[in-house]
């Protein structure tokens, strides 16, 4: 289903890049030296020593706030709208299309493929790239040439609120960004806070159905569904992403089925009808998740994670249900 659309393509990517180290888990962005500490408690902002982590374990520091952003991926190109930075961001890579002023800026290829060429043209002052999804031979060749590469990679929902807070400070859009991460924060917290007895149940995600691909419990996707009391059918397999058979799903028996799904597009799960003997079947736990959502780590994947979160406890009621003598 993904490869009918580059977007979708580029979806898909998320589910399928290689788990790299992730940076933010330890290395806090420094936006000041002590002397800016002291001038912010008279509301007088300092940038001395911007420092980002980058998802090597290394760091990337800039003299003063970037003021010609480039994003190298769309959920990049979002996650800098969050933050409060649009109107620094000149150009971002195809199916950028969130939120809709994204849409308009002009393109320098797309996640997977960079026009180096167009992004000298541009003199941004700091490129946001993609660390498993960009090709690294091109952000060899953009650093380079002298410009600024801020490599990210997110791993854990939490680390979402890290990184817009860490755009703001790139930017020097610190307040704009920290009210948003703070309001992320906020939602995740009254997330895990409202599912953390739940029931544990256990889920298949399907990424895709021919050949059926699915994720193991490093994914953002899985982290975040843990939240929710689900547990990933195929958490401890090696791999961020792998092909799985068909029969190896129908032998787990797994309480609900998830697929990220598009607009106008067959019902990805629809192939499971087919094995009405699985407990996901039966209940018609079969549960489409929006794929621009899910898929993405912006502030939106909480929306759809919100989504999984009503759909498994509605599953755990109707266990109960059952169980209950009439």
Same mark, same amino acid.
């Given at each position: 289903? &993904?490869?009918?659309?580059?977007?979708?393509?580029?979806?898909? +990517?998320?589910?399928?890049?290689?788990?790299?180290?992730?940076?933010?888990?330890?290395? %806090?962005? #420094? +936006?000041?030296?002590?002397?800016?500490?002291?001038? @912010?408690?008279?509301?007088?902002?300092?940038?001395?020593?911007?420092?980002?982590?980058?998802?090597?374990?290394?760091?990337? *520091?800039?003299?003063? %706030?970037?003021?010609?952003? #480039?994003?190298?991926?769309?959920?990049?190109?979002?996650?800098?709208?969050?933050?409060?930075?649009?109107?620094?961001? !000149?150009?971002?890579?195809?199916?950028?299309?969130?939120?809709?002023?994204?849409?308009?800026?002009? /393109? =320098?290829?797309?996640?997977? /493929?960079?026009?180096? *060429?167009?992004?000298?043209? @541009?003199? %941004?002052?700091?490129?946001?790239?993609?660390?498993?999804?960009?090709?690294?031979?091109?952000?060899?060749? !953009?650093?380079?040439?002298?410009?600024?590469?801020?490599?990210?990679?997110?791993?854990?929902?939490?680390? !979402?609120?890290? #990184?817009?807070?860490?755009?703001?400070?790139?930017?020097?859009?610190?307040?704009?960004?920290?009210?948003?991460?703070?309001?992320?924060? /906020?939602?995740?917290?009254?997330?895990?806070? +409202?599912?953390?007895?739940?029931? #544990?149940?256990?889920?298949? &995600?399907?990424?895709?159905?021919?050949?059926?691909?699915?994720?193991?419990?490093?994914?953002?996707?899985?982290?975040?569904? $843990?939240?929710?009391?689900?547990?990933?059918?195929?958490?401890?397999?090696?791999?961020?992403?792998?092909?799985?058979? &068909?029969?190896? =799903?129908?032998?787990?028996?797994?309480?609900?089925?998830?697929?990220?799904?598009?607009?106008? *597009?067959?019902?990805?799960?629809?192939?499971?009808?087919?094995?009405?003997?699985?407990?996901?079947?039966?209940?018609?736990?079969?549960?489409?998740?929006?794929?621009?959502?899910?898929? +993405?780590?912006?502030? /939106?994947?909480?929306?759809?994670?919100?989504?999984?979160?009503?759909?498994?406890?509605?599953? $755990?009621? *109707?266990?109960?249900?059952?169980?209950?003598?009439?």
């Amino acid at each position: 289903m &993904y490869d009918r659309t580059g977007a979708a393509t580029a979806d898909r +990517r998320y589910h399928l890049n290689i788990h790299r180290h992730n940076p933010f888990h330890n290395i %806090p962005a #420094v +936006r000041s030296s002590f002397a800016c500490v002291i001038l @912010l408690l008279f509301s007088i902002h300092c940038f001395a020593g911007i420092r980002l982590p980058q998802a090597d374990g290394s760091s990337l *520091e800039l003299n003063a %706030p970037a003021k010609r952003l #480039v994003t190298l991926s769309p959920h990049l190109a979002e996650l800098v709208f969050a933050a409060g930075a649009g109107n620094k961001l !000149i150009a971002t890579v195809e199916y950028s299309e969130y939120p809709q002023a994204a849409a308009k800026l002009p /393109r =320098v290829g797309d996640a997977f /493929r960079i026009d180096i *060429e167009r992004v000298l043209a @541009l003199s %941004p002052d700091l490129v946001i790239a993609w660390d498993s999804g960009n090709p690294h031979q091109a952000i060899k060749q !953009i650093v380079s040439l002298g410009i600024p590469v801020w490599s990210i990679e997110i791993r854990q929902p939490g680390e !979402i609120a890290e #990184v817009i807070q860490a755009i703001g400070d790139a930017s020097g859009q610190i307040q704009a960004a920290g009210l948003a991460a703070a309001n992320f924060q /906020r939602r995740l917290n009254q997330l895990s806070k +409202r599912y953390a007895s739940r029931q #544990v149940l256990d889920y298949f &995600y399907q990424v895709d159905a021919k050949p059926l691909y699915t994720i193991n419990g490093k994914h953002l996707i899985s982290q975040g569904l $843990r939240l929710c009391g689900g547990h990933n059918i195929f958490s401890a397999l090696p791999g961020l992403a792998f092909q799985v058979t &068909y029969e190896s =799903v129908i032998v787990a028996n797994p309480a609900a089925l998830f697929a990220p799904s598009q607009n106008n *597009e067959p019902n990805p799960l629809a192939l499971w009808w087919e094995w009405p003997g699985m407990q996901a079947v039966k209940r018609g736990a079969l549960f489409l998740l929006p794929a621009d959502k899910i898929s +993405r780590a912006t502030p /939106r994947f909480l929306d759809a994670l919100e989504l999984a979160c009503r759909e498994l406890d509605h599953l $755990r009621e *109707e266990r109960i249900n059952d169980k209950s003598p009439d």
